[in-house]
């Protein structure tokens, strides 16, 4: 997997040292520049576009395989990189990875030998990148010069080794009551501005895997900016990666900065790590693929959403998990649900793909209390594997306990309910503020996945006490 050559054209096309902001244009050049390098090398069938609609170009004259690249040549003679998303009727369909300026027909259209690979290395940990893989840190350039396939080697199902070992992930509510197993795939479905991000950056901070890769999808970028300072901050930073592909970067390049992350994860893997990949948010990932696969003229099916995207999802998705031999990737992936939609395609097709989602409320986030986890509409599907019987008694009663009294809020509330009715509902009035607090965890504050059953086990006797 080794390539010198290529590894050694990409740092050179780095400068040294890189303005802290580097404008999208800059990143592309400097992508584009890289490319033309190996153009060199390349076949010469040149095509040239008859055709452009949206962001999509149709060319005819050159053959190239769906997912290669080719350079389309703009009037002032300046380089679009542009990848196959399809063909028909003779033509190739391209769609830039950048922005389209400059286009006129005839443009001609050069394939390049380049293949669709990540250049991985442990150089990465610690840096920035975006979803071509340049730097975005303005840090030093990197020296990469392994590589892994961007859209990653199917996983024979026999050879994936089954999830029994629970991974620490430093949130009390979620090491107790929705343990979470190496290699497993986890949703975290909420609104906008319920605390998605602020959970990812403590489990970043606090898991006790050996890597984290974060892909940031389709999120504004100021909130990119604020994610990896303010939320990862350095004491984050130091173990992970963070892959950004904000809201203003191309459709191909949202989905590219989703598989580039995942196959950084692979790498790491195949080194024998756990790793955790966190990746927000599925939804902007699916939308890049809507946009592009409606591009090409496939038909919505869905609330605007074409088959190919609920094909795509588990293609990523089954990315992550357990291999015999080597580590483990552990990914929660950020779904979002907007007023509560649960015929939300995205959101459906998840659940089904994942095993097993957190979903944070605005009703308990209103009131003050983060993370804002809905322990009652939140399941891990393999928690029966990965604690032992006395710990699934003791989630169990918590668990039950915290239904009965969701179950009677309203009664309670509106003060309908005579104490002394049923003990049950007793119990659960007296022992709620012990539950909240239990779910309740501060911003600086790590709790192990040891620490998280002792606390357990002490509520527990402390309720027996009450009861
Ligand atoms: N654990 C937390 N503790 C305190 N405040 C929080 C916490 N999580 C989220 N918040 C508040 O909610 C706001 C939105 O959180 P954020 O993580 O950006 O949401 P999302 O990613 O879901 O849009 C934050 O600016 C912060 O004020
Ligand atoms: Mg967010």
């Not at 900065?257 to 990949?277: C, K, Q, S």
């Not at 090409?296 to 990315?319: C, D």
């Not at 089904?352 to 939140?378: F, K, M, N, Q, V």
């Not at 019987?389 to 239904?403: D, I, N, T």
Request: net charge neutral; with cysteine.
């Amino acid at each position: 997997m080794l390539k010198p050559d290529q590894g050694s054209a990409e740092s050179k096309a780095v400068p040294e040292r890189l303005p802290k902001k580097l404008s999208l244009d800059t990143r592309l050049a400097l992508h584009r520049k890289r490319l033309q390098d190996s153009a060199i090398e390349a076949p010469k069938t040149k095509g040239k576009v008859v055709r452009m609609v949206g962001l999509t170009l149709e060319a005819t004259g050159c053959h190239a395989a769906v997912g290669s690249r080719c350079l389309v040549e703009s009037i002032s003679g300046e380089s679009i990189e542009a990848e196959v998303v399809g063909f028909g009727d003779g033509r190739l369909f391209l769609m830039a990875i950048g922005q389209i300026r400059g286009l006129a027909p005839g443009a001609l259209v050069t394939p390049v030998k380049r293949t669709s690979e990540v250049a991985v290395g442990m150089s990465l940990l610690g840096r920035v990148i975006d979803g071509s893989g340049a730097v975005l840190d303005g840090g030093r350039a990197l020296s990469l010069n392994e590589y892994m396939p961007l859209h990653g080697e199917p996983i024979n199902p026999l050879g994936r080794s089954l999830i029994n070992e629970p991974l620490d992930v430093g949130i009390r509510a979620i090491n107790a009551l929705l343990t979470i197993g190496r290699g497993q795939r986890m949703g975290l479905f909420a609104g906008s501005g319920v605390g998605k991000s602020t959970l990812l950056g403590l489990i970043t901070r606090y898991s006790d895997a050996d890597v984290v890769v974060v892909g940031l999808i389709g999120e504004r970028g100021r909130e990119v900016q604020e994610f990896i300072e303010e939320i990862l901050g350095t004491e984050g930073m130091v173990r992970s990666i963070v892959v950004a592909a904000p809201a203003d970067d191309s459709p191909l390049m949202r989905l590219h900065g989703a598989w580039r992350a995942t196959a950084i994860a692979e790498y790491f893997r195949d080194l024998g790590l756990n790793v955790l990949l966190l990746m927000d948010s599925l939804t902007r990932v699916a939308q890049a693929q809507r946009e592009i696969a409606l591009a090409v003229g496939e038909p919505p099916v869905s609330k605007g959403y074409p088959p190919s995207v609920f094909t795509r999802l588990p293609q990523l998705v089954e990315r992550a998990g357990n291999v015999a031999g080597a580590g483990s990737i552990t990914a929660i992936y950020t779904v979002l649900v907007e007023g509560d939609d649960l015929m939300d395609p995205v959101a459906d097709a998840a659940r089904a793909i994942l095993d097993g989602h957190i979903c944070l409320t605005r009703r308990i986030a209103d009131a003050g209390r983060y993370p804002a986890i809905d322990i009652e509409g939140s399941v891990s599907r393999v928690i029966t594997r990965l604690l032992d019987p006395g710990q699934l008694a003791l989630a169990k009663q918590f668990r039950e306990l915290y239904s009965t009294y969701e179950h009677n809020r309203d009664l309670i509330n509106i003060g309908a309910y005579t104490r002394g009715s049923d003990p049950r509902i007793d119990l659960a009035i007296e022992t709620y503020p012990l539950l909240q607090s239990f779910l309740q965890q501060g911003l600086a504050e790590k709790v192990t996945y040891e620490q998280s059953f002792s606390q357990l086990q002490a509520l527990s006797t402390s309720l027996q006490m009450a009861s």
